[in-house]
């Protein structure tokens, strides 16, 4: 899994509630089937509510992790919205 | 214990379990429209359930004299519909910006820099005629007392609050084991009992319960300093901002902190155990949005402390502290708050996004 090269990686760092999960719906609206997107997040809320509305969008969470400090990433493989 | 330790010993457990939790209402409620997550809002659910048993308790053992808030019908919708928009440019409740505070975020500096200066202008200031007027709406029983379910349907509070808890909780169980649903958690598990308290963040359920016995423990150790009422922020935020205008007199008086009353000690308490949980959990972290979102949060927090002002209380002296006591004015209140955070969240977030 670590091989994985995120299509296009979004820094939410810094945003306050709920700017980044807003910013990651909207991403992933966009973007096409087997693509995949990192987020780069440090609201602890959102570590936790991202991953759940992206599968409740029909979104494959790959993995979340704690990077540095705040700092997670979390990997997302897009599958097409339902 | 002075009403100093005592306040600030009830806000750092407040503060530790709100940021572990995540607890926000702002969130609570927003995300049942954005995204249709209920996650916060049965958190929130839960600790109204322990908290209407636990009061109910205190009342009945002589503990506490329950103190629902009046109905001022007009404060309670003007001021909680103004609270409403403000929490959502905010980025957060009152509580919210209070424990992210203690998170580093200066998004939430901002909000509460804004809230605490316009609560002071409605509690004392300029901005207090326009509270009087509104507030003219009061509307208490025969007897003089504050409005609330129980004796407008003729109960005693303490034994409808008892019953309407349980049958509440029945009623819960019941859905919840017809439709089962495993919830699922993301990223490393904890591998221990203290990993799971001091260094994940907490379920809903363990959360809502957390927080219903930090109500339920403020009660009578308020009580005590003189201010019969649980959790609060507002007058605590009003508080703190008065005692820094009046610094200079505080030195030359030497330092006798008497100016900080219990509920200005219990927010600063929220602010030091909401850091030293982030800073367990290496969350903390001193970080900034762009500056438009640094005036954006500013704006909210002025329209929050304004509209706690003039409703008689934020969310959690409405939501978390007045509802279990199910005070007319608190639910009222309350609603009103929702309703305004759902229209500005309408116009912010969801109609951009489906555009």
């Not at chain 1, 945003?15 to 973007?31: E, H, N, S």
């Not at chain 2, 609330?148 to 009623?171: E, H, Q, R």
């Amino acid at each position: 899994m670590a091989d994985i090269i995120p299509t296009k990686t979004i820094n939410e760092c810094g945003k306050i509630c709920p700017y980044p999960d807003v910013d990651t719906m909207t991403t992933l609206k966009k973007m096409k089937k087997g693509e995949f997107l990192e987020v780069l997040i440090d609201y602890p809320l959102s570590v936790e509510r991202i991953p759940r509305s992206a599968e409740k969008q029909g979104h494959k969470v790959l993995s979340v992790k704690q990077v540095n400090g705040p700092t997670h990433s979390i990997l997302i493989e897009v599958l097409g919205n339902k | 214990m002075t009403p100093i330790i005592s306040g600030l010993f009830v806000g750092v457990l407040f503060g530790f379990a709100l940021q572990r939790g995540r607890f926000c209402m702002n969130s609570a409620f927003r995300d049942i429209i954005l995204g249709r997550d209920f996650t916060l809002f049965k958190a929130l659910s839960v600790a109204i359930l322990v908290e209407m048993i636990g009061f109910s308790i205190l009342a009945f053992t002589g503990t506490v004299t329950l103190a629902p808030k009046p109905l001022m019908w007009g404060a309670n919708i003007v001021g909680g519909l103004i609270f409403g928009f403000g929490m959502v440019l905010a980025g957060g409740c009152a509580s919210g910006i209070t424990y992210r505070l203690g998170e580093g975020m200066m998004g939430a500096l901002m909000a509460v820099l804004g809230f605490g200066l316009s609560a002071m202008m409605g509690a004392t200031g300029v901005l207090n005629p326009i509270l009087k007027s509104l507030q003219n709406t009061k509307i208490m029983t025969a007897d003089d007392k504050p409005l609330t379910l129980a004796n407008m349907v003729g109960v005693d509070l303490k034994i409808a609050m008892l019953v309407l808890a349980i049958l509440i909780i029945v009623i819960w169980a019941v859905l919840a084991l017809r439709n089962k649903s495993a919830e699922k958690s993301y990223g490393e598990k904890a591998k221990s009992f203290g990993e799971a308290v001091f260094k994940k963040g907490w379920k809903w359920l363990p959360t809502g319960i957390v927080v219903g016995l930090i109500g339920m423990l403020s009660f009578p150790l308020s009580a005590a300093a003189g201010r019969n009422y649980p959790l609060g922020i507002t007058g605590g935020w009003v508080n703190i901002f008065q005692s820094l205008i009046k610094w200079q007199t505080l030195v030359d008086d030497k330092l006798k902190i008497s100016a900080l009353n219990w509920e200005g000690a219990e927010v600063l308490g929220i602010v030091l155990g909401a850091l030293v949980a982030a800073l367990i959990a290496r969350e903390f972290a001193i970080r900034a949005p762009e500056p438009k979102i640094l005036l954006q949060t500013f704006v909210g927090g002025l329209l929050m402390g304004f509209g706690a002002i003039v409703s008689g209380g934020c969310n959690i002296g409405h939501i978390l502290s007045g509802v279990p006591q199910l005070s007319i004015g608190s639910i009222v209140g309350g609603l009103s708050i929702i309703a305004g955070g759902w229209t500005m969240a309408y116009f912010m977030f969801i109609r951009p996004m489906n555009s």
